[in-house]
């Protein structure tokens, strides 16, 4: 079981805007501005697009934005592309015991 | 550009110590503000981050995992290695290291990833 919580799968038409979920406690999501996000595609290495709950590195699109409320951080897409169609994992920092946790992952289909 | 690859053997037997290299090139090792760590993925799972180490030797380990990890550094070598003991069908993933910039970094450089089988 994940220590964060995302939904197993999203979906969105090309152009339309969605937006995943990751769920923490105010012992991580809640209590350090220490979010980011990684897209994978299948059998490829984790790529780092959002740190510090909403910059990016650069190269990394502008249609991909991070928003943390709360416990609850999440990843916005907008402008779907074909190209978008991925996993995406959450991760933050839970604090001197944990360290570092991930969610599980949600799974991004374009239709 | 820093850029890491993981070594070590794609088959372990159950009960056994699974050891891995990570070799950056590109940059040395003993940066300040950087940190080495190592994440795992189990076939058709999600990520799982395993522990963290600075140059200095400072590490930092997932509570669930700690009692049978072991992260080290060698700075002349520029490398980092995993030890994982006692090794079950449970530990077969893909092995990533990574580095994390310090604060709120995230995992920015990436390994190519090795698959670590526990079998016998």
């Known amino acids: 079981q994940s220590a964060l919580t995302q939904p197993p799968s999203a979906s969105g038409s090309p152009g339309q805007s969605v937006t995943i979920p990751c769920t923490g406690t105010?012992?991580?999501?809640?209590?350090?501005?220490?979010v980011s996000w990684y897209q994978q595609y299948p059998g490829k290495v984790p790529k780092l697009i959002i740190y510090g709950v909403n910059k990016r590195p650069s190269g990394v699109p502008d249609r991909f934005s991070g928003s943390k409320s709360g416990n609850t951080a999440s990843l916005t897409v907008s402008g779907l592309q074909a190209e978008d169609e991925a996993d995406y994992y959450c991760?933050?920092?839970?604090?001197?015991?944990?360290?570092?946790?991930f969610g599980g992952g949600t799974k991004l289909t374009v239709l | 550009q820093v850029q890491l690859q993981e070594s070590g053997p794609g088959l372990v037997k159950p009960s056994e110590t699974l050891s891995l290299t990570c070799t950056v090139s590109g940059g040395s090792i003993s940066v300040d503000n950087y940190y080495w760590g190592w994440i795992r993925q189990p076939p058709g799972k999600g990520l799982e981050w395993i522990g963290c180490?600075?140059?200095?030797?400072?590490?930092y380990y997932n509570p669930s995992l700690k009692s049978r990890v072991t992260i080290s550094v060698d700075t002349s070598k520029n490398h980092f290695s995993l030890r994982l003991i006692s090794a079950t069908a449970a530990d077969t993933a893909v092995y990533y290291c990574?580095?994390?910039?310090?604060?709120?970094?995230?995992?920015?450089?990436w390994g190519q990833g090795i698959l670590v089988t526990v079998s016998s």
């Open positions: 180490i600075y140059y200095s030797g400072n590490t």
């Open positions: 105010s012992r991580d999501v809640g209590a350090y501005d220490h």
């Open positions: 990574a580095r994390r910039a310090g604060g709120g970094g995230g995992f920015q450089a």
């Open positions: 991760s933050a920092y839970g604090g001197g015991n944990v360290y570092w946790v």
